[in-house]
C-alpha cells in the first residue's frame, strides 16, 4: 500500500499562522460573528485559540529512529521460551511472521480486505532490527515446530524471508540457558513460570524481556528484583503502553495542569465472550483443540504447582486458575495500573480494597471472578483509582481521569471535556471561547481505524490503545516499539521503559488487588518488610 500524501492529512487542519492571520486583520471579539463562518468552523477555531494559549501543541510525534536499521548494527542472538499466541506475537514485533500467515494476508489485502491490508501495511511500517531467533523452546510439541519456522524462514518487514537455518529446538529453559550464543531471552510463558525463569536467565547473564504479570507473591517479586538488580542485565517488562503516543501526550497534559487537580481516576475492563474470559480450549466449532500427553510435557508444563492430572482445558485456560495465574489482577489490570503509573507517576498505593465473585460463567471451572471491582487509594497524591471489570457485558466504559477543570479519557486516543464549573477556565466558558457540553481536544486528530477488527478481544486491546500508535499518519505496533527499545539498549545503553524499577511498582500493585480479593480484606503495602500486610 502507498502511503497518502501528507498535504491529504492537512488538508482540514487549521495552523498557528492561520489563526495569526486571521485575527491579525479582524478584531478579536469581532471574529465569530461573520456570517460566512460555519459555526463547526467557529468552534474549531475557538478550540484552538485556547490550545494554543495552554500550550497544546499539534506536533506529530516524530517517526522512530533509524539507528538500529542499517545492516552494520552487531546481531543480538535470542533465544524465546514460550511460542503460544503471546509468543508468536513478539516474534512479530522482532520481525519474523510465519510464511503462510504473510502470504495469506497478502492475497487478502490483493482482494480489497480492508482490514488485512492495515494489518499488512502497519507490519511493514515496522523497522528490521537486525537479530536472530537462534533458540526456540516449549513444552507443546506443535508450538516449538511453530516458533522454529517462524524463526527460521519468517517473512520480515521488509519482505524478505529471514532465511535463518540455525535455529535449536531446546526441550528444557535451562539447555536453551546454557547457550552461550544466546545474548538476550523473551520469556512468554504462562506466568507462573515468570518469576524463576527470569531469576535463571538474569543469573546466566541474559538479557531479559518478562511479559507480565512478573511475579505471583512478593516473595517472588522481591527475588527477581534482586537477582536484575544485581546482575546488572537489560530487563524489560511486557507493558507496551509506554509506547502509544497518545499516553505520552495524556503526560503532558497532566504536567501541564491543564485538567487541573485529579482525584479520581476510573478504569475499567469489559468484555463479553467466553474466549475473553479465558475459557480457550474448544476452536470456533466447539471442538477440543490441539494437545495431548504424548505432544506436550505436562510434567514440565506444571512445574512447582500442585500435580493434577493432564488437563486441556487447563492448559489452554491457566488464567482461570490462582495456581497459574492472579486473573483479572494479573491479566487485565495489570495494563490499567501501568498506564495511569506512566502518565501519573504515582508509585505504589497505600491501601487496596477489592471484591466481586464468579456470577456469570458457572459451567465452567475456574477461580478467576467474573466480576470484580478494586479501589486503589493513593493518600500522598490525593487520588482514588477505580477499577470496575465484567467479562459479560462488552459496553465500552474507558479509562477517565476527572480532574477539577477537566476529564481526560485515555484509550486508542485522548479527548478533553472542560467541566461546566471549572475554575481556570470560568472566563473563557462565560466568554463562549469553550463549549462545555463537547470535547474541547482530541488527540491525534487522525484517528487510528479499528471499525475492521473482527476479534471482539482484539478490538478491546485497540480501543484501550495495546495494539498500534500513529506517528506522522503511519500506525506502528506498540509491542514492536517496545521490543525495539529494549533492543535499543542492550546495543546502545540507557534505560527501558519498564525497566525493573518501574515493573516492580507495578506488580506491587497487581498483587495487592489480587490479595485483597482472595483474603476478602483491605491490604496495605509495608515498603520497609516489602510485603502486603
Known amino acids: 500500500m502507498a502511503d497518502k500524501d501528507p498535504k491529504d492529512n492537512n488538508k482540514n487542519k487549521i495552523s ?19 456570517d460566512f463562518w460555519k459555526k463547526k468552523t467557529k468552534d474549531r477555531i475557538k478550540n484552538k485559540i ?12 516524530k517517526i522512530i529512529s533509524n539507528r538500529t536499521k542499517g545492516k552494520n548494527r552487531d546481531i543480538v542472538k ?4 514460550g511460542v503460544g499466541g503471546r509468543g508468536t506475537a513478539l516474534l512479530k514485533a522482532l ?32 523497522e528490521v532490527l537486525n537479530v536472530q531467533v537462534i533458540g526456540v523452546c516449549d513444552v507443546f510439541d506443535l508450538r516449538a515446530e511453530k516458533g522454529i519456522r517462524i524463526a527460521s524462514n519468517g517473512i520480515q518487514p521488509n519482505g524478505e524471508p529471514a532465511n535463518n537455518k540455525g535455529v535449536k529446538r531446546y526441550l528444557r529453559y535451562q539447555d536453551l540457558l ?94 463479553n465472550s467466553k474466549p475473553g474470559a479465558w475459557i480457550r480450549h474448544l476452536d470456533a466449532n466447539g471442538n477440543p483443540k490441539p494437545g495431548s500427553p504424548e505432544t506436550i510435557d505436562w510434567e514440565q508444563w506444571l512445574g512447582n504447582t500442585p500435580k493434577v492430572p493432564f488437563s486441556i482445558e487447563r492448559y489452554y485456560g491457566w488464567a482461570r486458575f490462582f495456581a497459574y495465574d492472579t486473573g483479572l489482577a494479573g491479566q487485565l489490570f495489570s495494563h490499567e495500573v501501568d498506564s495511569i503509573n506512566q502518565i501519573m507517576g504515582f508509585g ?3 491501601t487496596v480494597t ?32 477505580l477499577y470496575s471489570a465484567t467479562l459479560a457485558n462488552s459496553r465500552s466504559r474507558g479509562r477517565v481521569f476527572m480532574g477539577h477543570d477537566a476529564s481526560m479519557e485515555v484509550g486508542s486516543s485522548l479527548k478533553i471535556t472542560i467541566n461546566k464549573d471549572s475554575t481556570q477556565y470560568r472566563d473563557k466558558i462565560k466568554n463562549g471561547l469553550i463549549n462545555p457540553s463537547k470535547p474541547f481536544y482530541t488527540y491525534p486528530e487522525k484517528q487510528i481505524d479499528i471499525d475492521g477488527i473482527t476479534s471482539a478481544t482484539e478490538k478491546y486491546y485497540a480501543e484501550r490503545g495495546l495494539i498500534n500508535t500513529n506517528i506522522q499518519g503511519k500506525n506502528i505496533d506498540v509491542t514492536h516499539l517496545h521490543i525495539k527499545e529494549w533492543i535499543d539498549v542492550i546495543r546502545d545503553g540507557g534505560t ?37 500486610i
Open 16 to 34: 498557528r499562522r492561520d489563526i495569526i492571520k486571521g485575527v491579525s486583520t479582524v478584531p478579536l471579539l469581532g471574529v465569530f460573528a461573520f
Open 50 to 61: 485556547v490550545q494554543i494559549d495552554l500550550g497544546l501543541s499539534e506536533d506529530s510525534p
Open 78 to 81: 535470542i533465544g524465546i521460551i
Open 95 to 126: 520481525g519474523f511472521v510465519e510464511p503462510d500467515s504473510y502470504d495469506q494476508l497478502s492475497k487478502n489485502a490483493k482482494k480489497n480486505d480492508k482490514r488485512s491490508a492495515q494489518k499488512l501495511q502497519t507490519y511493514h511500517n515496522q
Open 178 to 271: 546454557a547457550n552461550p550464543e544466546i545474548d538476550a531471552v523473551i520469556i512468554s510463558t504462562p506466568d507462573f513460570h515468570h518469576a524463576h525463569m527470569t531469576i535463571d536467565a538474569v543469573n546466566a547473564g541474559k538479557h531479559v524481556y518478562c511479559e507480565k504479570a512478573m511475579t505471583l507473591t512478593e516473595e517472588q517479586l522481591n527475588n527477581v528484583y534482586t537477582a536484575v538488580k544485581k546482575s546488572g542485565v537489560v530487563f524489560q517488562l511486557g507493558h507496551q503502553n509506554s509506547k502509544n503516543e497518545t499516553f505520552k501526550k495524556a503526560k503532558e497534559i497532566i504536567d501541564k495542569n491543564i485538567i487541573g487537580k485529579v482525584t479520581l481516576i476510573e478504569t475499567t475492563t469489559n468484555r
Open 348 to 350: 505504589i498505593p497505600k
Open 354 to 385: 477489592s471484591s466481586g465473585g464468579i456470577y456469570f460463567y458457572k459451567d465452567e471451572p475456574r477461580d478467576m471472578p467474573d466480576t470484580f471491582q478494586s479501589v486503589l487509594e493513593f493518600q500522598d497524591r490525593e487520588f482514588t483509582m
Open 496 to 532: 527501558t521503559a519498564c525497566n525493573i524499577e518501574k515493573a516492580f511498582q507495578d506488580t506491587v500493585a497487581v498483587l495487592m488487588v489480587h490479595r485483597s480479593y482472595v483474603e476478602n480484606k483491605k491490604v496495605a503495602w509495608d515498603p520497609i518488610k516489602k510485603k502486603i
